[in-house]
């Protein structure tokens, strides 16, 4: 009759051989990896500002806390906001009011030129 320790390592032994075949590698899950939100502002902002001076826009305010910029281009003037949203995402605006025919197309022109500083 078998000893009772041998039959305990014997199964001991069947046991950890099945164990290893049954083992699996962790999951790794690839995480985005998103600039930081204050990196993203700056970037926003300083595009949206050099966009700006690419139009030929005079800054005369500026309030980053805010994200407010307020400048003129002749007879127009110029309401530029940076904002960061609820959902972290950064939200910029170009805003030109007044009666000048020459920057009709101004408000489209500085989306462009902030389009094509960030990289779009």
């Known amino acids: 009759m078998p000893n009772f320790r041998t039959v305990a390592t014997g199964i001991a032994a069947a046991a950890g ?28 902002w300083q595009a949206a500002r050099a966009a700006a001076s690419d139009e030929g826009v005079r800054i005369t305010y500026e ?27 950064i939200r910029v605006a170009f805003s030109v009011t007044g009666a000048s025919s020459q920057d009709a197309s101004l408000q489209d022109r500085l989306t462009s030129a902030y389009q094509r500083r960030m990289g779009r």
Not at 18 to 39: K, R
Not at 81 to 89: G, I, L, M, R, W
Request: charged share 15%; hydrophobic share 35%.
């Open 17 to 44: 051989l099945m164990l290893q075949g049954c083992y699996t590698y962790p999951a790794y899950v690839a995480v985005p990896v998103s600039s930081s939100v204050p990196a993203r502002f700056d970037a926003s």
């Open 63 to 89: 309030d980053r806390p805010s994200g407010t910029l307020r400048g003129d281009k002749g007879s127009s003037s110029v309401l530029i906001t940076v904002v960061t949203q609820a959902d972290e995402s």
